[in-house]
């Protein structure tokens, strides 16, 4: 296949499809749209002061010893996690990679354009039945050699929708289209190989999100004929109430479970968001945010210990380092940093970990290999954890520097550039960035204006400092420059940057 597809949406839209597409928006639909509203009124109460705490409701579900069903045997060792968007010639290299597991993106590292939802799920489809091939501009051919790493796939979020597809006259959940598609097109294909529909779930709030999920699974498995619990999903923490919830997320999913990934990036933008009215929430620069700091800590070590007495995987963050071709002390530096974060991850007790680039999954291997010699490490129980509200809501100290302000600008305009050109996995300044880079970048400018706070040379940050600076840049991005401003000087903090922006790609 050459390097440019044609668009065949009749490919994916079967009849078929299409029916079962609209059967889930008609079951669901409801649903999602009362849990949405619910995220409004706990963001209401939360800028009232109810801050985000373990539930006293489902104490009992904490304390209880359940644990959720057990591990596929192709799930058991997921040391290494690759992820990237659904483009021919990355899913060819990541499943090629040596990861154990390459999870396939339609969410942060996707631009939902048409072309890209459509020709991802084809893309899909042939690498499910190992018939995926690229031959690149230069004649370079590229195809699926042996033991490629097990396929997950990460449908776009509860908050967004997919407006090229409507049933009964309204756009469908962005989440049932990507999950719908790839789900009726591939499970019985997948079991055949020994094998099962594997996802990542991300931006749940709540377990009662996780339900919602945990219908729509039993629903999608009943309708086409697939043994009740076929489907096993991996939750993203990414948000700081779901932080308080994890034992109730687990339950609720427990036929379908895979288990809990620490989503750092956005995890760090979540606080950002959920105290936004707050002036002594302030975050100081997030190259000062580091998982070293007590609240992420924190978070690590819950969630390692609610994953392992539940008897299921704790999987740890992203290394978004690229390697650096042109200066090998640079590159060593960044290789290192890399080293050093997975020997936290498998100290701490996590199961596996995540790389943005195939260069990356020897180093993360070694690691993992050298201090987990099982194929997992559960037995790892973390009986030493006790973390309480205060640890995970703890705010960490540090500066606002001029330098942080000019990179999150830098950043933030890059990434929202290409992101509105197609592109959702951006190298910049030899990291690949996704959507959770660019939302830390605008929430914390947002945040620093919006309190005042003080760089650390005493000047104040200002909505006018942020907007000279954001139009220095807009004459090379003008939409860009023009959207990325409104998120960083509106008195308004827009809940997503992606459901703006999505108005420019449609």
Not at 60 to 69: G, L, P, Y
Not at 366 to 372: A, Y
């Amino acid at each position: 296949m050459r390097a440019e597809l044609i668009l065949s949406p009749e490919k994916v839209l079967t009849p078929g499809a299409r029916e079962f597409l609209e059967a889930l928006s008609r079951r669901f639909e409801s649903s999602r749209r009362a849990m949405l509203h619910r995220r409004v009124l706990r963001q209401q109460e939360i800028d009232e002061g109810d801050f985000p705490n373990f539930l006293a409701a489902s104490a009992q579900t904490r304390e209880d010893s359940w644990v959720v069903a057990p591990i596929p045997a192709d799930l058991e060792d997921r040391r290494v996690e690759i992820t990237g968007p659904t483009d021919r010639k990355m899913i060819i290299n990541a499943l090629n990679s040596g990861a154990n597991v390459f999870m396939a993106d339609f969410e942060d590292a996707n631009s939902p354009t048409w072309r890209n939802m459509i020709e991802g799920q084809i893309n899909l489809m042939d690498a499910v039945r190992e018939t995926i091939t690229y031959t690149s501009p230069e004649g370079k051919r590229y195809e699926v050699g042996e033991n490629p790493a097990v396929l997950m796939v990460r449908p776009r979020g509860w908050h967004l929708q997919e407006r090229h597809f409507e049933v009964d006259g309204e756009p469908i959940s962005a989440s049932l289209f990507d999950f719908g598609l790839y789900f009726y097109h591939n499970n019985a294909e997948l079991l055949s190989r020994g094998t099962a529909p594997y996802f990542y779930l991300p931006k749940l709030e709540n377990h009662l999100e996780a339900r919602l999920w945990n219908d729509v699974f039993l629903f999608a498995q009943e309708t086409c004929g697939v043994p009740r619990g076929a489907i096993r999903a991996t939750v993203l923490i990414e948000t700081i109430t779901a932080a308080f919830e994890m034992d109730e997320i687990l339950y609720e999913l427990r036929e379908h479970s895979a288990g809990l990934n620490c989503g750092r990036w956005d995890y760090i933008f979540s606080y950002i968001k959920k105290f936004r009215k707050f002036r002594d929430r302030v975050m100081p620069d997030r190259s000062q945010v580091t998982m070293d700091r007590h609240f992420l800590a924190s978070y690590v070590n819950l969630l390692i210990q609610t994953c392992h007495k539940r008897g299921i995987h704790a999987m740890g963050g992203m290394a978004a380092q690229i390697p650096i071709k042109s200066d090998a002390g640079e590159n060593e530096r960044a290789l290192e940093k890399v080293r050093q974060d997975k020997l936290r991850e498998v100290r701490a007790g996590h199961d596996g970990t995540w790389v943005a680039h195939p260069g990356l999954v020897a180093i993360a291997k070694g690691v993992f290999d050298e201090h987990m010699p099982g194929l997992n490490q559960i037995g790892v129980k973390r009986g030493d954890v006790h973390v309480t509200q205060e640890d995970l809501l703890q705010v960490p100290s540090g500066t606002v520097t001029e330098m942080g302000i000019q990179l999150n600008i830098d950043v933030g305009l890059e990434y929202l550039n290409a992101w509105l050109n197609g592109s959702g996995a951006v190298p910049i300044f030899h990291l690949m960035e996704d959507v959770a880079t660019a939302e830390i970048c605008r929430a914390q400018l947002w945040q620093w204006a919006h309190h005042g706070a003080k760089r650390d040379d005493g000047v104040p940050v200002t909505q006018d400092m942020l907007r000279s600076a954001i139009r220095l840049r807009a004459h090379a991005m003008p939409t860009a420059a023009a959207l990325f401003e409104h998120f960083v000087a509106s008195s308004h903090f827009s809940e997503f940057l992606t459901l703006s922006a999505y108005d420019k790609l449609v």
